[in-house]
């Protein structure tokens, strides 16, 4: 039954657009063709009467995508980002997605308080405000800990945010299977991935718990930043449903003249913007996944304020090295490097043409260079870029899909506050700091000498792995070729690492 249901929820879906009248204008910033207008039309206006009415005092988009659900709010945030992608007028609705949501009444929160603690409220908090944000999955209260004094952030989850979640991505799911079924061509993308790391990463967010924890890892990275605070968990007044977090102080990121007006400098906020969120995805390997204008303040000493940690990236060493080399790649112009990078790791397939390939990045690139960026159309950029990867197919990478997605809305933030931004010139000091630090001889001596402490950590057992080896071959049932002895080099490779790593366990261990 649940097909059924489903495919009874997406035309639900296109009927709530068609009766908001929010149909056309995303099809207009979408910049839609005409046959793709006329199905949407086609399919949705049959059925507007059962779209969701939703709030008539929204605009029509925010009005459709808050009557649809968490889930594409949560879509709608992304968007909220892209003013160059949807348009300026767009975005500015969507904007209220990010922390101006119509909030649940502050006698829901405090009943959720006190069923998670079970104590009265006044006995934790001396003051507990009306909410001061709302947004897809919880709401914030700005309050004052009764025994200590300390101002701080209460975030209480949506009640049944968890059912509303799971119908939408249930949905979600059915859409994936059905693209994948009757477009085959699509199946590069990978698009039921791509839906499970959605839920994967918004499931995340439903356990308070788990924030906090991402807000401590988060803060203790960050605390030598010039720049960037982040506020620190208050464990004893945390749990699945609420959490509570220092107050931080300062003006909405989403307001550029209430920045200038405080006399920041908005041209130097928005490098240092981009320039963090790659220094905790490189250096780190742990960066906020959702740094959008609703996440963000500038605090008065001029502090860059991050908050919301429901959705944190992580990637591994390699993954960093491979990204940072595409990203050098760029900034240096050098396509045939980036196209090798992308083989040498295998995210297109070996038997495509690796020079085709580096002139299609070329195409991508260089309107980048050279021109200010307040001429460069991304939206454009963009679809050319979906047209490479499917002309060389380029399965998706759900690993990067969280880090493309941040990447995006990072820069998204960064040119709301600097128009004229370019990403390339902002990112190139972060970027060859970390090849300087990760791939040259020095990082060549340090990855030798974490291999070594692996070794030298199971060394003591070579003896008895060896044994276990030989006596299993002696009592193998059927006889085989005995096998070709250990390459010299291999052997040397070990015992070089076992000695490299001794030189360095006194001071490493």
Not at 146 to 160: H, I
């Amino acid at each position: 039954m649940r097909g059924p249901i489903n495919i009874w929820r997406l035309i639900r879906t296109g009927a709530t657009f068609i009766r908001s009248r929010a149909m056309h204008q995303v099809l207009e910033a979408m910049n839609a063709p005409p046959r793709l207008r006329a199905a949407c039309y086609a399919i949705s206006a049959p059925f507007a009467w059962l779209g969701y009415k939703g709030d008539p005092n929204l605009p029509p988009v925010t009005r459709a995508i808050t009557a649809l659900g968490p889930a594409y709010i949560k879509f709608g945030q992304i968007l909220s980002t892209r003013a160059d992608v949807v348009g300026t007028e767009l975005a500015e609705q969507l904007r209220v997605l990010q922390d101006r949501l119509p909030p649940f009444s502050t006698a829901q929160a405090i009943a959720a308080i006190e069923a998670e603690f079970e104590q009265p409220v006044n006995s934790l908090f001396s003051e507990f405000s009306p909410p001061v944000a709302a947004a897809s999955i919880a709401q914030v209260h700005e309050a004052r800990i009764a025994a200590t004094g300390q101002r701080v952030a209460v975030k209480v989850l949506r009640p049944g945010i968890e059912k509303a979640f799971r119908k939408d991505l249930d949905a979600f799911h059915f859409a994936a299977h059905l693209i994948e079924r009757l477009l085959p061509s699509t199946r590069r993308l990978r698009p039921t991935d791509v839906v499970k790391h959605f839920e994967h990463t918004v499931m995340g967010e439903l356990d308070l718990r788990m924030e906090a924890a991402r807000a401590s890892q988060f803060a203790s990275n960050t605390r030598n930043d010039a720049g960037f605070d982040v506020p620190e968990p208050v464990w004893n007044l945390s749990s699945r449903r609420v959490m509570v977090l220092d107050w931080a102080e300062g003006v909405p990121m989403g307001s550029p003249a209430a920045i200038r007006d405080a006399g920041h400098d908005l041209v130097e906020l928005s490098e240092r913007m981009l320039q963090l969120f790659l220094s905790h995805a490189l250096r780190d390997g742990y960066f906020h996944g959702d740094m959008h204008q609703g996440n963000l303040k500038v605090a008065p000493n001029g502090d860059i304020l991050a908050y919301d940690f429901g959705i944190m990236g992580q990637i591994d060493s390699y993954t960093r090295r491979v990204y940072a080399e595409i990203l050098m790649g760029f900034i240096q112009r050098d396509y045939r490097r980036v196209a090798e990078v992308h083989f040498e790791a295998g995210y297109v397939p070996a038997d495509r043409d690796v020079d085709e390939f580096a002139l299609a990045l070329r195409a991508v690139g260089e309107p980048i260079f050279g021109m200010d960026a307040s001429h460069i159309s991304m939206a454009r950029l963009l679809a050319y870029l979906f047209e490479v990867t499917d002309r060389f197919g380029m399965p998706t990478r759900t690993e990067l899909i969280l880090l493309q997605r941040s990447m995006v809305v990072a820069e998204g933030v960064a040119r709301s506050l600097n128009p004229s931004l370019n990403m390339w010139q902002s990112a190139k000091p972060v970027v060859e700091r970390y090849i300087r630090e990760n791939l040259g001889p020095k990082a060549a001596l340090q990855d030798m000498h974490r291999a070594a402490k692996v070794i030298a950590h199971f060394s003591p057992q070579f003896p008895d792995i060896l044994k276990e080896s030989l006596n299993n071959r002696m009592h193998a049932k059927d006889e085989k070729p005995p096998a070709k002895p250990m390459h010299p080099a291999i052997w040397a490779g070990i015992i070089a690492a076992v000695f490299l790593g001794g030189l360095g366990l006194g001071t490493v261990l």
